[in-house]
């Protein structure tokens, strides 16, 4: 039948006409609904046109933003002078994102006598390091530290800062992410850059079951922190020099709410998991607290470590210093030798860079195989006291 067309609700959009599969539809209009369409048109135009010309002005805002950071950064931190290694780690990252971008790679040295921080960061690559050299910086404290990142920040404008993933390094990179209004990305596992001079942050996501690459191309700095051992040591270099740049930032001491009284070392001399060179690691698979010994015979004769799948830890046969994986340690030893352990993505990611992995199940499908140099199927209760028995034997035998 005929088409009832409601009039209160029909806007003349046409659409009906453009559908209509039969093409049985056509529209006519009054010449004074005609002037209202076509004055609607223009109005629709207009404000086309001014939307469009407001993006172009803030596209060219950023442009002009971004234009203006320079500079690849890495913090180097310290406790009482001594630099964490994963600075030194991430100064060889850091060199090879300055190389693409064609800017320098700068260090951020920030404490108490501690310009000496900066020569080692020329050895590592810096060619420049931007020296805060006060007492009120000798402890590390989120306030002051903030308040001088942020301000050298400010005068200086890099436009890449990395920190390792530490305690200290996780603290204050959240801090000033937030106070400069940038994005952060934790935990990155790879960096590179693109053709736009963004930085490609990868890091594992969803629990670890795929990898995330981040960017943060609307705001600089962008910030990444990295954790100990996931990048590569680069070559020091014995006579490299470079610019100081010292700077002062006056901050008064009583304005500090955090005073640090005493520093109180850990009495239980905790294994350092993550610079050992042969870790030997159990799971689920060693059954009881007790078969741990076995682990630590065999790490004895290697003159390394017992670390452990989070099953492990999680059954309290080893304490969580020694966990190894997403929410464990990173390690990188010469020797990973993994027991009883399936190879969930979430402990491959903690190991999967060490030089070599010898991996021991009775199940011959577990994926820990697909990352080992060395795969043996079997019972690890044979093989694991045979290991270190030959090892001794190899021992006694001399060179
Ligand atoms: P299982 O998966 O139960 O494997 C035990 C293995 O032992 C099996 O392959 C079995 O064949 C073998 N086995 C048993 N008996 C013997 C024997 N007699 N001889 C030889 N082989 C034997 N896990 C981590 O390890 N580290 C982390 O940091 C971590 N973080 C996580 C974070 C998140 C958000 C989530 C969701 C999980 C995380 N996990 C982590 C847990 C992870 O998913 C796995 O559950 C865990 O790694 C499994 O530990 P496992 O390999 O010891 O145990």
Redesign the pocket.
Known sequence: GEPIVLSDKCIGCLKCVKVCPAEAMEMFFTPEELQILQELAKQQEASGVAAAEEEDAEEAALATMLAAYRGVWVFVEQTEGEPAKVSWELMGVGAQLAKSLGVELCAMVIGENVEHLCHEAFAYGATKAYLLDQKVFHFYRTEPYLDACCYLIAKYKPEIILMGATGMGRDLAGAVATRVKTGLTADCTGLDVDDKRNLRQTRPAF??NIMATIMCDKFRPQMATVRPHVMQMPEKTGDATGEIIQERFEIDEASILTKVLEIIKDKKAGVDIAGAEFIVS??????APENFTMLQELADELGGVVG???????AGWMPHDR???????TVRPKIYI??????????L??MQDSDVVIA????KE?P?FQVATYGIV????Q?VPALTQCIRELKNQGP
Do not use: E, P, W, Y
Request: glycine share 24%; proline share 0%; hydrophobic share 40%.
């Open positions: 629990g670890g159990g799971g689920r698979g060693m059954m452990a799948s989070r099953s492990a830890v999680d966990q190894v994986g997403q929410t464990g340690k993994a027991c009883g352990i399936s190879g969930a993505i979430q402990h990611v903690g021991i199940n009775r199940d577990a820990i079997g019972d690890l209760f093989i």
